[in-house]
């Protein structure tokens, strides 16, 4: 089995209690965990908040592409304010904008349309994953796919 | 011309209404040309909705009577019907908004405006909306009214 050829962090909005909120971090689950689990981590956006130092670090090591649930960009600013790279910020709601049939209800459980939603905004990531790949992921970031 | 702009802070939100139009309880503006008038969604009103995702104005020629369905708006938060606050016939829609909804929140008393309308008789209609002081006071107590529930 091949090495990543570079890992890329995935930063979703921490919004809890708001269905875009949630699509977003959906999404992020259905990249890291499924669709490409060996190129991709996730950070958690509170422990960016919270000043976490192997956060912070991985942030400032890898290319990030942030998930944001509003237009605040709570994601998207915090990753810069930690001195990481936006390679990609993807807005929630744009992605709705192009599926207008995926109206996403629920909050702790999205409902049907948000699900296929999150899909949609995680093949849109992928993408970008695959075209950022490169030759080597980071040791300390390796087989660890939560951050 | 720049508009001039009375606002309040309500908790973190700082809400901003335009002294130069008029208004309705609803939050809607109406600035007045001749016997054309342009409408669009006050600041409270887009912050409280939230961003939008699409809004769909009534087409050009459709006439309109104060209280009829003018526009529906779907935001991240709500659906919501918006309602014209004159009586004539819709002269143009904002033809940004197609592409760029968002527009109504990141500038909702200029290029976010949602239609211009042909009004029949703008002085009747002008009596029944809201001076700029009167729509701020009664969006400031509305605000601070929101910021109560839990």
């Not at chain 2, 912050?47 to 009577?65: I, L, M, N, W």
């Amino acid at each position: 089995m091949s090495e990543p050829t570079q890992c890329v962090l995935i930063v979703p909005c921490s919004g809890i209690g708001k269905p875009f909120g949630t699509v977003s971090r959906e999404a992020a689950y259905e990249v890291v965990e499924d669709l490409r689990p060996n190129q991709t981590h996730l950070v958690a956006l509170s422990r960016l908040v919270m000043g976490d130092v192997e956060a912070r670090t991985a942030v400032a090591t890898c290319p990030a592409i942030t998930l944001d649930g509003c237009k605040l960009a709570c994601a998207t600013k915090m990753v810069r304010e930690c001195g990481g790279s936006v390679m990609r910020g993807f807005a929630v709601l744009d992605v709705y904008r192009r599926h207008r049939d995926l109206k996403p209800h629920g909050i702790a459980r999205l409902n049907d349309g948000g699900l296929k939603l999150a899909h949609a905004l995680a093949t849109e990531v992928t993408a970008v994953v695959d075209s950022l790949v490169a030759p080597s992921c980071p040791a300390e970031i390796k087989g660890n796919s939560h951050v | 011309m720049m508009s001039i702009f009375i606002e309040t802070t309500v908790d973190k939100f700082t809400f901003k209404v335009a002294t130069d139009r008029a208004y309705t309880p609803e939050g809607l503006w109406v600035s007045a040309t001749g016997n054309q008038v342009r409408v669009g969604l006050t600041d409270y009103l887009q912050q409280r909705s939230g961003d939008v995702a699409f809004v769909e104005v009534k087409p050009e020629g459709t006439a309109v009577a104060a209280g009829d369905e003018l526009a529906t708006l779907e935001t991240i938060k709500v659906n919501t019907s918006l309602v014209s606050p004159v009586s004539g016939r819709v002269a143009q829609v904002n033809p940004a908004l197609e592409d760029t909804p968002e527009l109504i929140n990141s500038d909702p008393y200029g290029e976010g405006w949602l239609a211009v309308i042909s009004v029949a008789d703008w002085a009747a209609d002008q009596a029944r909306l809201l001076t700029a002081e009167q729509y701020f006071k009664q969006m400031k107590q509305q605000a601070e009214e929101d910021t109560k529930k839990p």
